[in-house]
């Protein structure tokens, strides 16, 4: 399975890019606010879902791996192919995502083209139980964890982070900020640093 590519542009399109890695060309399909961020003959890295059906084999691009273990829990969901679950990433930042799933509020995925109100709605259940049950897995073994940071924390391992990784950084994020997105989007940054 493939991953990881590095490799420079060779050509961009509104739903793909070539990637020219040793002289092999891998076409990836990537959000459009993903391919915004991408300079056309520049050097890039891209954490990689290798998806794999009956009929084909795709290649799925992200710049970070928050926004391809998002990715992945979408296309979990049943109903939810590859390309609505890119929809679902180009229309809201993964802190937005995971806010509405943690607040139970599925309006936002009901915005994409191809997801309806009932596959939103499951987009919601299925990945907050996922989501809870991580939560209540490391409650159990660290009771130390503040109550308001425990759906932070439960939103970052879910997206792939470590429980360790978490833990150091939940407590480098300042306790006046109390909002749960805020407080996500906090980590995020010193997770990416």
Avoid: C, W
């Avoid at 596959?119 to 503040?146: F, P, Y």
């Amino acid at each position: 399975m493939i991953s990881y590519l590095k490799g420079s542009i060779l050509v961009k399109k509104l739903k793909y890019l070539i990637l020219l890695v040793n002289n092999v060309g891998y076409e990836i399909f990537a959000s459009e606010k993903t391919l915004s961020l991408l300079n056309e003959s520049a050097e890039v890295a891209l954490y990689i879902h290798h998806h794999i059906s009956e009929t084909s084999q795709d290649l799925y691009g992200f710049i970070n791996q928050p926004e391809l273990e998002m990715f992945k829990n979408l296309i979990s969901i049943s109903g939810v192919g590859p390309k609505s679950a890119l929809g679902v990433m180009a229309s809201a930042s993964v802190e937005d995502i995971i806010q509405a799933i943690l607040s139970e509020d599925p309006a936002l995925l009901r915005t994409v083209s191809g997801i309806g109100p009932k596959t939103a709605e499951r987009i919601v259940v299925e990945l907050k139980s996922k989501i809870g049950k991580l939560g209540k897995e490391m409650n159990m073994k660290d009771s130390s964890v503040a109550p308001r940071d425990i759906e932070t924390i439960e939103a970052l391992i879910g997206l792939g982070y470590s429980r360790r990784e978490v833990m150091e950084v939940i407590r480098q994020v300042p306790a006046e900020i109390t909002d749960t997105s805020e407080r996500i989007k906090g980590a995020l940054k010193l997770l990416g640093k």
